[in-house]
């Protein structure tokens, strides 16, 4: 009777012993570190955002990375506290009787498990439901800079249809703060348009166009890629983005109308 009632006991009030109070010290600690770098490490990797989207792409990153922090810190306390405070010492050899009852068996530590989780999951899932959707609502600006995007083995092209319409070039120019939105398909295999610093990356597919749209926020010089694999000299298809002033777009684009206005003469009969 006495061991039923010890055994009770143990099941009743495992949290108050001194294993379990060491283990949520070790967990509070690693949650407040997990956290700490979670606000902290992506941000200076991922750099300044470019864009509203990497805007975005950044900040889903940090939320889901500390939405995650105290499962994987405990996890990684008691992983730690096994190493540290349970593990087999010299000779000695346990007995299958001296093992603990199985935590499975408590109803306070298995509701609170799956209540703190779904709770985790059901938040998660709002989040990446919202987010989702922002993206893909159509931008609202009244003029937005359209720029139709095509993948060729292997080199990307751009033309600005709404610029004159006869701009075609190989380096990508964006004004800063202007809603933009790409038109992306491909001449042969399948690509993925990538511009890395503004969280842009979609698949460029023969036959179709998807489209995706963003808003340039940082001046500069910014990175186009190829993130799918799609031949021999794939690692070489390779560009830039420029981000420049309304005034440098301006600048720019009627350079390249009047180069385009001389070609066409140069070339007629």
């Known amino acids: 009777m006495a061991t039923s009632l010890e055994a009770g006991e143990r099941r009743r009030w495992w ?57 994987a810190a405990l996890v990684w306390a008691i992983a730690l506290y096994s190493l540290l405070r349970w593990r087999r ?37 709002v989040w990446g439901l919202a987010a989702m959707q922002a993206a893909a609502t159509p931008t609202s600006a009244r003029n937005p800079l359209v720029v139709e995007v095509t993948g060729n083995q292997w080199v990307w092209t751009f033309k600005y249809p709404g610029e004159g319409g006869g701009i075609e070039t190989n380096q990508l120019y964006l004004p800063i703060h202007r809603d933009v939105v790409f038109k992306v398909t491909s001449d042969d295999v399948i690509h993925s348009f990538w511009v890395v ?25 910014f990175n186009v890629r190829c993130a799918e694999l799609c031949g021999l000299l794939h690692a070489d298809m390779e560009t830039t983005a420029n981000v420049v ?9 009627q350079a390249h109308q009047a180069a385009s206005q001389a070609s066409a003469q140069g070339s007629a009969p």
């Open 89 to 125: 010492k010299g000779d000695w050899t346990p007995d299958l009787d001296d093992d603990g009852d199985a935590i499975r068996g408590n109803r306070t530590a298995v509701g609170l498990w799956i209540g703190v989780s779904s709770a985790l999951c059901l938040f998660l899932l």
């Open 245 to 253: 002033t309304p005034a440098q777009f301006n600048t720019w684009v």
């Open 197 to 221: 610093e503004m969280g842009i990356k979609v698949d460029a597919n023969p036959g179709q166009i998807t489209t995706t749209e963003t808003t340039p926020e940082r001046i500069g010089v």
């Open 15 to 71: 949290w108050s012993r001194r294993d379990a109070l060491e283990i949520f010290g070790i967990w509070a600690v690693f949650t407040v570190l997990l956290i700490i770098f979670s606000l902290t490490v992506p941000r200076a990797l991922m750099g300044e955002p470019a864009s509203t989207t990497m805007r975005a792409v950044e900040t889903t990153f940090i939320v889901f990375t500390v939405a995650a922090s105290p499962v």
